[in-house]
């Protein structure tokens, strides 16, 4: 039985740009542009962590996916989670992912603590159908994210280079300065959203 005392190796980073972002993404004319901008900032990330050999032929289903997780991210906020959560929900996400391929590298956090994570989001995620399973539940798009081969056997000794320790059941966020706060950073009071990942001064109206 998972008690809130173990320790849950996660951590966030969180700056202006991911408050730009949020905001961006619910823009009329301008969620389209940061959407795209998200998808391939993630992709780019996590192919960064993967294997080499296979960082390429995992691409597609990494756009497909993180492409699904922008709407859970807003369904997120909508249901009245903070910036921080909604995306840590998302990140969750792709982790069970990652586990379901055997991308042990990618992973921010061991596969035997996927079923502490889902427990902390569990009302969101049962609401939409995620499971640990099946990371998209009802977000998944019409006709499923593009496929990309497995390493399964990574999951009989996996390694987590990518997995942060030392974190306990709730929300850590680190800033820019290095500081890290449970919870997150409040929302500035004027957010710029040429900040927001793809979006140019030409694409906001004055």
């Known amino acids: 039985m998972w008690l809130p005392t173990q320790k849950l190796p996660m951590k966030i980073n969180q700056n202006v740009r991911h408050f730009a972002a949020k905001q961006a993404l619910t823009t009329p004319g301008i969620g389209s542009v940061v959407n ?22 995992r691409e597609t289903h990494l756009d497909g996916f993180f492409d699904a997780t922008m709407d859970a991210y ?25 586990y379901n391929h055997g991308w042990t590298e990618m992973m921010e956090f061991p596969g035997d603590e996927l079923d502490a994570h889902y427990d902390r989001y569990r009302e969101f995620f049962s609401h939409y159908g995620v499971t640990i399973a099946d990371p998209l539940g009802s977000f998944a798009p019409a006709g499923g994210v593009p496929e990309a081969p497995s390493t399964p056997e990574k999951l009989d000794d996996p390694e987590h280079p990518s997995a942060k320790g030392g974190f306990a059941d709730d929300v850590y966020v680190e800033g820019p300065d290095g500081e890290v706060l449970i919870g997150g950073h409040d929302e500035p009071d004027d957010v710029d959203l040429t900040d927001a990942p793809g979006v140019s001064s030409d694409d906001v109206d004055d």
């Open 36 to 57: 795209y901008g998200l998808v391939k900032l993630h992709t780019r990330v996590f192919t960064g962590k993967a294997d080499p050999a296979h960082a390429e032929e």
């Open 74 to 98: 807003v369904a997120a906020l909508e249901a009245g989670f903070t910036e921080a959560e909604a995306r840590e929900i998302t990140h969750i996400q792709a982790n069970f992912d990652f």
